[in-house]
């Protein structure tokens, strides 16, 4: 269960009925004992990645509807794939008064946290189109993104449940509800996992749950900040105990950055990095 953000859980408690001792959360024994075995650990990492990128600072960059259909069309995609059948989405699909949405320019710089350019402005595809679209035609025109026959029927199968919750294909009143409410909403539609539902309210609703795609599971396993058997469910949870609310934006968009410039899968560049001091994976013990 995601913690709330910020907030403080005891490390054992009793069961309601019997009065005996639960277990111990793993996931917050693991954080407390970080603490205390690698003090200022997570400030090193932090503050070592913004003397490197910067420190990026929250800033819309969609609206949540399209958030959560182009993170469908990047699942186990690259987002430059992603972005180009979202494109086309749009231009198979388009909003009634803006036709041309899409042939703007391309945004100047990529988003933060985005592996590809970011998708143009405009207004986003006529949902209502794509959830009742034959799905043969939707997986057409997502093809440039991959997997087109598994993420069509995901895609509708979303918007039709958040249609008949809602009334209509809008994800905003998300940012009116409590967090923990915010990401069963979302992680109970199929098809939508933790992470999908963290990147949908923290880049729309600067909500602090933190996202753990391949590169922050990567890193953050590398470095020790979590266990290297954690699940990236698990490696969400421990982050929400480690992290304080305001930090978790900066950490997720400076952890990727990290794994795609210097701490790659394959030959990391540790000569370029300037957490290599207290790094698990170069040195074992370092505290
Ligand atoms: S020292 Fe090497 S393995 Fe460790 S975080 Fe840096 S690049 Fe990655």
Redesign the pocket.
Known sequence: MTPAPGARRPLVTRTRRSGKRAKPDPNRAWARRLERTRPGFVEFVLEGLADLYGTPTYERRNDPTSELVLTILAQNSADINAEAAFESLRRRYPFASSAAAADGPAPDSPPPGWGGVGIRPGDPPDWMAVELAPVEDLADAIRPGGLHNLKAPRIQSALRIIREARGDHSLEFLGDLEPTAALAFLTAIPGIGVKTASIVLLFCFDIPYMPVDRHVER?SK??GLVPAKASPDDAHVIFGHLLAPDRVFEAHVNLIT?GRR??HSQR???ER?P??DR?R??HPKAF
Do not use: G
Request: aromatic share 6%; net charge neutral.
């Open positions: 890193v590398r470095l990290h210097i701490c990391p560049e540790h990095c957490l290599v790094c994976f170069v």
